[in-house]
């Protein structure tokens, strides 16, 4: 399946994976695939999303993932100006215009333009993950305490996984978006006295 802001290609056969079709099914919650599943193939997606939640998905080991330039190219993401007010939001436009013409200005290359740019533009990501390691970042991404423009690549990757393997368990949280408490208590807080 393709398109611009979100693809996927596999070379994982369904007739492959259905002989374990019992060990998938009888997988529980919150635990891994059985690892020889790596050897049936790889999935490879191609998405947008802004460099800060890319930050998030790079941090998992066991894929590819490929380290984008982040320019100004592929824009803002708009998750972040749906969040302000309206009148924020056009102050955050003209802000951000103004730091686009001013980095441009720059005398510098794209690899060190790059560190000018605000995490929140998009960029092109790629990443390559067995079966087991693909269910593993799915279901955990999926989750509502993840940010929502990450959570949002995650359930695109659920879909194509259950469009493409019918037969595959997934336990991906795919709850709309709601406002969690939790989420607050994330933060890193000092313990003790600390000097």
Known sequence: ??????????????????????????????????????????ITFDFLLDFGSFRDIQRHRNGICRMPLLTANLEFNSWYLEQLPDDLKIEAKNLIEKQINNINKLNATSENLQYYIAMGFNVACRTTYSLPAVVYV???????????????????????????????????????????????????????NCQ
């Open 1 to 42: 399946m393709s398109n611009f802001n979100f693809s996927y290609k596999t070379n994982i056969s369904n007739l492959d994976l259905n002989q374990y079709s019992s060990a998938i099914k009888a997988r529980p919650i919150k635990t891994n695939l059985p690892t020889f599943l790596t050897e049936l193939g790889n």
């Open 138 to 192: 799915v279901e955990l991404r999926a989750g509502k305490l993840v940010h929502p423009t990450l959570r949002k690549i995650a359930h695109k990757m659920h879909y194509a996984l259950r469009q493409e393997f019918p037969n595959l368990l997934l336990h991906s949280d795919l709850d709309l978006d709601d406002w969690d408490v939790r989420r607050g208590l994330q933060d890193i807080q000092s313990i003790g």
